[in-house]
């Protein structure tokens, strides 16, 4: 108990202003030490006392919540519906012994209710596996060791360090920063990073003044940041206000609408067929209302796409599950089908295309020229290059691929970088996409030296003298070429580039004067040449791209000769490619400029002619996170469907504003939170996600068209029936076996079916081409109008049977229902199981029994058949065997039909699915 009673209670951390307090005071209160952090029976306490860091999830729906509200869906409605009215009019009419009919459609209301609930329940617990799989991490000092945990794991008092990109897992006080800034747009609304610092602040200051504050669910923009939890889970600021910021996402693809437009058309269509066949058989039949209604129901059922909702989820569940085994997490479900969809995509260089793990390859200074980096020879040139070694070990935060890199070389050559020489420093100015530099001012002996590496166009610039022969003298214009000489010489091999520069200063610099001090008047020290090589699954996958339609492009801050070179390794751009396929960061910035003046957004105001620069370039370098942003944007503008591929903070925007965004599982945690879609494996799965997108939208394409033109064609049958003034040709309970216990299971299968075997040898489907292409519709018009007759044709001749044997008028009706059962079957069963199973390949291309459940469907729905017919009391009767085989030979036409027509356009040339 000793150990709970030293705890702060919640009420004491919720109530502490700690902005007010010194870093000793907060310190003290929290009962924590910042050097060593807790201890692991202290964390395991807290832990108890404090629960986990976390808000709570938004509350899934019961089971009975959800089965209430999936009796709410429209279709599930009109059943109901049907089924009432059914058994009103059997009641009315004293026909009790008919209620069963009532009966059999409510007990497949409640089938099709569970089926959708079960298929839903089932995507979301494939959601939430996957939500399992993008753990938060922290950086956290316990028990004196600095170790990764998650997020959840935090207590208050941990001792955090935060760095550039990092998401702020709790709210903390900061007890040191090294010019940290962080954004807190997501709390006060603020477009601007704050800076951070360590000192109290008057206890009445508002959350946007709280500069020694860091709270969850920001992010660190800048520099790095030690601060101890005060505050975790519900009791953050995020926390308290969660139920705001907690909106409901909408979920729904774009496919998905398209298809809830089909069904409301459908069942408007459903409306004014029932009242148009209605008025048919009561003003030409002259048949009662009461029984007109009985048709009216039969009809609704017909008309009805039943299973749709399922089938769609089905397909998108099975999908987002393909996507997880190609190594992509699906974060929002419009990406899984807009991933099938791009035509361009945009590719971050460090880390996507290369490997982003840095090693120094060569050294050139003014004294020792080029240099090959191993251990002899950086022993034999130890004294030229002691200067760039300060360099690489003081201005070094080990925080990034390249300053590990430089560590290395440093420890190559003799010496280590130790948390001594960075607690040393007078101050910091860290790296950030304008400035391209990263430098420090350290302590000497008789004074202070700041020290920095960058991009060597920008050191350069800033730089007056050169060493030489171990001493500073004024550059020359000679100094200077060859320093870019050597520059070129480097970037045209691939090689990322560093250049080193310091500047000796005067002891003022160590009495609060560094504040005052500007990176000019620099002694250019040497370069670095740095090997990333590109992953060499990279030009396989842009050659995949690029036969599937879809353009890769590279956007660097890289210069452009080392952009230049890396892409024309993988593919991006052929060997023969100049400087000139490069645009530069700068060109974007002055058209940036130009467009200020006009009341349009910037890639509004740009000239048809600088989108298609952009539009056919290829590579961009030396960028800013603003100019990846517009980038994209003209590319949208240009009516290209953008992926935008990254890890850092400075491609969080751009994967905000694509189309889809695409993070890599080892990026910063803001990249991820913003994008639409995880890759935990490396560039390949880019084009292995795209492939499963591209299927997504095949296989709705092959539901959708089997459902239509079957519905099409029992709505058919009836407008014949109604006309020829014969009876109702199927019941509605007939109908409801017929599309949702035979044909949900052919459907389906249709949603497991492989992808056709060019899916990535075509072109992207235009964002804006329905899902029903114009040849679909043609398809579905052929297909039932044909069956339409062949189904006439078996009630007919079935109907003359009956007479010439004499049956009575009730099994004669009977016997015709069963006749139009057995073909319809028939077909329906070769069809969906085979011939449909592609747009445009013969069954023989695709493979007979290359879908095993197609076959096991097609294995449940001769059952189903063969039960409603022979056991079930559908209104059905066991036909003659002497008819039976003229029936199935009439469901063998469509699908010869539906083979002769593909292959008649393939011999013509024609496809009948341009886009993928």
């Known amino acids: 108990m000793a150990t709970i009673e030293r705890i702060p209670t919640q009420e004491q951390l919720s109530d502490a202003t700690w902005w007010s307090k010194t870093a000793d005071q907060v310190t003290q209160e929290l009962k924590t030490d910042p050097v060593n952090g807790l201890s692991v029976t202290e964390i395991a306490t807290r832990q108890i006392e404090f629960g986990k860091n976390s808000l709570p999830e938004e509350e899934r729906e019961t089971v009975w ?85 998650e997020a959840s794991e935090l207590v208050p008092g941990d001792a955090i360090v935060l760095k550039q990109g990092d998401r702020v897992p709790a709210d903390a006080r900061v007890i040191r920063s090294t010019n940290g800034s962080v954004s807190e747009a997501l709390l006060t609304g603020e477009p601007e990073a704050k800076e951070k610092s360590p000192a109290p602040i008057p206890s009445t200051s508002e959350l946007a003044q709280r500069d020694n ?46 298809l809830e437009q089909l069904g409301r058309m459908l069942m408007i269509g459903t409306l004014i067929v029932c009242v148009a066949v209605i008025l048919i058989y009561v003003i030409f039949q002259s048949y009662n209302i009461i029984d007109a209604l009985l048709v009216a129901v039969a009809l609704a059922i017909a008309f009805i796409p039943e299973a749709l909702g399922a089938i769609i989820t089905i397909a998108l569940a099975l999908g987002v599950r393909e996507m997880v085994t190609k190594r992509a997490i699906i974060r929002k479900l419009r990406a899984a089908e807009g991933l099938g969809s791009v035509s361009v995509v945009c590719t971050d260089k460090t880390g996507t295309i290369t490997f982003g793990k840095m090693t120094v390859t060569h050294i050139w200074t003014l004294d020792t020229d080029e240099v090959n980096v191993e251990h002899q020879t950086l022993k034999r040139y130890s004294v030229e290059l002691l200067r760039l070694m300060d360099v690489a070990r003081l ?141 060499p699954e990279v030009a396989e996958t842009v050659a995949k791209l690029r036969e599937a339609g879809i353009t890769a492009k590279m956007i660097t801050g890289d210069s452009p000769i080392t952009a230049l070179s890396i892409a024309k390794s993988v593919g991006i751009v052929p060997q023969s490619a100049s400087p000139s396929a490069v645009i530069e960061g700068r060109e974007l910035a002055a058209w940036e400029a130009e467009s200020r003046g006009s009341d349009k957004e910037t890639v509004a105001a740009w000239s048809e002619e600088k989108i298609k620069r952009i539009a056919d370039t290829h590579i961009y370098a030396r960028v800013t996170p603003r100019d990846k942003v517009l980038i994209v944007q003209a590319l949208q503008r240009a009516n290209k469907l953008t992926a935008m591929v990254g890890d850092g903070v400075n491609d969080a925007a751009a994967l905000k504003q694509a189309d889809v965004g695409i993070a890599m599982s080892t990026g910063t945690d803001i990249a991820k939170d913003v994008s639409d879609v995880v890759l935990t494996g490396t560039y390949s799965a880019i084009a292995a996600a795209v492939q499963v997108g591209r299927t997504i939208l095949y296989r709705t394409r092959l539901y959708t068209h089997a459902l239509l033109s079957t519905n099409g064609a029992e709505v058919g049958l009836f407008i014949v029936a109604a006309i020829a003034g014969w009876a109702i040709p199927l019941t509605a309970l007939q109908l409801l076996v017929i599309n949702l216990l035979g044909d949900s ?91 449909a199973r592609s747009l445009r390949f013969n069954l023989w291309q695709i493979g007979f029994f290359s879908n095993k459940w197609s076959l096991i469907a097609a294995g449940i729905t001769v059952v189903i058949a063969f039960a409603a017919i022979y056991v079930l009391n559908v209104g059905m009767t066991a036909p003659p065997s002497e008819i039976v085989p003229a029936l199935i030979g009439l469901g063998l036409i469509p699908p010869v039909v539906e083979e002769a027509i593909k292959l008649a356009r393939r011999a013509m040339g024609k496809d009948t699915v341009k886009a993928a």
């Open 65 to 149: 919540q959800s089965l209430i509200n999936a009796f709410k869906d429209p279709l599930a409605l009109i059943l109901t519906a049907a089924a009432i009215i059914s058994a009103v009019v059997h009641i009315s009419k004293g026909e009790t012994s008919e209620l069963q009919q009532s009966v059999w459609i409510m007990a497949i209301v409640v089938f099709m209710v569970l089926v959708g609930y079960f298929t839903d329940r089932s995507a979301g617990n494939e959601l939430e596996k996957l939500k399992a799989l993008q753990k938060t991490v922290a950086r956290a000092v316990r028990g004196g060791k600095l170790v990764d945990l």
């Open 213 to 258: 504050m860091v709270f969850a669910g920001t992010y660190v923009e800048s520099g790095n940041l030690d601060a101890l939890v005060t505050s975790t889970g519900v009791n953050t600021e995020l926390g308290k206000i969660w139920n705001e910021l907690s909106a409901v996402e909408e979920t729904e693809t774009p496919l998905q609408k398209q």
């Open 395 to 535: 201005a070094n935060n080990l925080s990034d691929p390249s300053e590990l890199a430089l560590g290395q070389l440093a420890e190559m050559a003799g010496f280590t970088i130790t948390p001594e020489d960075r607690a040393a420093r007078v101050k910091e100015f860290p790296f950030n996409s304008a400035s391209k530099r990263m430098g420090v001012i350290h302590p000497e002996k008789l004074g202070a030296t700041f020290r920095s590496k960058g991009a060597p166009e920008i050191l350069l610039e800033r730089c007056t003298h050169i060493l030489y022969q171990g001493k500073p003298r004024e550059i020359t214009s000679v100094d200077v070429e060859r320093v870019r000489g050597q520059l070129s010489k480097f970037e045209s091999q691939g090689y990322r580039v560093l250049a080193f520069a310091e500047r000796e200063l005067g002891a003022e610099h160590l009495n609060g004067h560094a504040s005052e001090f500007r990176e000019d008047e620099l002694t250019f020290v040497g370069l670095v040449a740095l090997s990333d090589p590109a992953r």
């Open 745 to 835: 299971w052919l459907s389906i299968a249709l949603a497991t079916e492989r992808e056709e075997k060019d899916v990535m040898q075509k072109p992207p489907r235009p964002s804006d081409e329905p899902v029903i292409t114009p040849y679909m519709w043609l398809s579905i018009l052929v297909q039932s109008v044909l069956v339409t007759v062949l189904m006439a044709i078996s009630f007919v001749w079935a109907g003359d049977y009956a007479r010439s044997a004499g049956l009575d008028a009730e099994t004669g009706l009977a016997l015709q229902r069963t006749a139009v059962f057995i073909m319809f079957m028939t077909q329906k069963v070769l069809r969906s199981a085979f011939t």
